[in-house]
């Protein structure tokens, strides 16, 4: 009887939660998709298990008998009742403040600082970021117009400069392009003409596994430049990958330049899963109203249930924007887990208080 009787705020509970892994769904990244998939499927397999294993463990185990506290007056929760007007009043007040607070987060999230503290793979990561050059791929692409483009040594003076002034930006850790190869072979000099760079490409030819591959085509037509950057912020990150991108066009007019890499898209697409996990939230929170008011059959109470579980994400928001915590996926990822928890125990209270409500009218 028991079991039936909370069967529906038991089957509400895990709809809620569920609902909140919902907004998953609607990211437009495949691995996010999935996640939201396999945690709906984990909830609705944990709800069946639970609901079939429920009633067989109550009657092989004893039958659990509350403490004496649960049976005395919360005497705590009177004077907060006593003064509900002041109650909603301020926590709305503070959910204003803490949503204005929302407005400044800051996107300006490492790469790497979400490994575990003291862990291996984060000493390794920052150990390579700080003395072995960077860790952030970048890669600049020039593309001349004929083939041989870059056998002439005014082009490759021009793309030498450009390295040793790249070098000296501060998220630059190192970059390596087609004249430390020639500079090699050529005793620390840049070949004059361009048979003497001819002979060169031919010379790394005869290697098992040229390097040239990695920086040249074979056409001769185009050349790539390898740049590590720094794990610096979100927004000093694209600051310098804009600044070199200028700095190479306006360098070199004439070729079509391509930026690449990580440095060009990790942050683009932590920023744009974060907005994705934060704003489509309130899409769920619209789908779990909707449900709300089908299963209640009154739009007021579905407003009541909503309202109270509002308070939850601006907080959150304002905590975020008030503390200047870096937003990133795994931190944005809170607000579809936050959505769930925070309906369970509210749509189980009014579902409870509605069956008292029809007792005491049926008693009546």
Same mark, same amino acid.
């Given at each position: ?15 809620? *939660? !569920? ?5 998953? #769904? +609607? ?11 396999? @945690?709906?499927?984990?909830?609705? #397999?944990?709800?069946?298990? &639970?609901?079939? @294993?429920?009633?067989?463990?109550? =009657? %092989?185990? $004893? ?13 705590? +929760?009177? $004077?907060? +009742? ?13 959910? #204003? ?10 996107? *300006?999230? %490492? ?13 390794? &990561? ?90 040249? *085509?074979?056409?001769?037509? *185009?050349?790539? /430049?390898?740049?590590? @950057? ?22 070199? $007019? ?7 890499? /990580? ?13 994705? !996990? ?11 109203? #909707? ?24 907080? +959150? ?7 200047? &915590?870096?937003?990133? $996926?795994?931190?944005? @990822? ?6 769930? %928890?925070?309906?369970?125990? &509210? ?12 007792? =005491?009218?049926?008693?009546?």
């Amino acid at each position: 009887k028991s079991n039936r009787s909370l069967f529906v705020p038991n089957f509400l509970g895990p709809l809620t *939660t !569920l609902l909140g892994f919902v907004t998953l #769904l +609607l990211n437009d990244t495949p691995l996010m998709r999935q996640y939201g998939w396999t @945690m709906v499927g984990a909830v609705i #397999l944990s709800w069946l298990v &639970t609901q079939i @294993m429920i009633v067989p463990m109550m =009657m %092989l185990l $004893p039958a659990p008998r509350p403490r004496d506290w649960t049976q005395k007056r919360a005497a705590w +929760l009177f $004077p907060i +009742l006593r003064r509900y007007r002041a109650v909603v009043i301020g926590v709305s007040a503070c959910c #204003l403040l803490l949503a204005f607070g929302g407005f400044n987060m800051k996107w *300006t999230a %490492l790469v790497f600082d979400d490994l575990p503290e003291g862990q291996e793979a984060r000493r390794s &990561t920052y150990a390579i970021d700080k003395e072995l050059g960077g860790a952030i791929p970048l890669d600049i692409v020039l593309e001349g117009k004929e083939s041989d483009y870059w056998n002439e040594p005014a082009r490759l003076a021009k793309l030498d400069a450009f390295l040793k002034e790249v070098r000296k930006h501060p998220a630059v850790g190192t970059a390596i392009g087609l004249p430390e190869f020639l500079r090699t072979v050529g005793g620390g000099e840049l070949p004059k003409s361009r048979a003497s760079v001819a002979e060169t490409f031919f010379l790394y030819s005869f290697a098992e596994a040229s390097p040239l591959v990695h920086h040249l *085509t074979a056409d001769g037509k *185009t050349t790539r /430049m390898s740049l590590r @950057m720094r794990d610096i912020p979100a927004n000093e990150l694209r600051a310098a990958v804009a600044k070199i991108k200028a700095d190479v066009t306006a360098l070199f $007019p004439e070729e079509e330049v391509k930026v690449g890499g /990580m440095a060009t898209t990790v942050h683009e697409i932590n920023d744009g899963l974060s907005q994705g !996990l934060i704003f489509d939230f309130w899409q769920a929170l619209i789908i779990t109203s #909707l449900t709300l008011i089908v299963v209640f059959r009154s739009w007021r109470w579905a407003l009541v249930a909503c309202l109270p579980n509002v308070v939850p994400p601006l907080a +959150l928001l304002g905590f975020l924007g008030l503390t200047s &915590t870096p937003i990133k $996926p795994v931190v944005a @990822m809170i607000f579809s887990v936050v959505l769930g %928890l925070a309906f369970g125990n &509210t749509v189980y209270m009014l579902n409870r208080l509605r069956h008292l409500q029809k007792e =005491m009218n049926g008693f009546l």
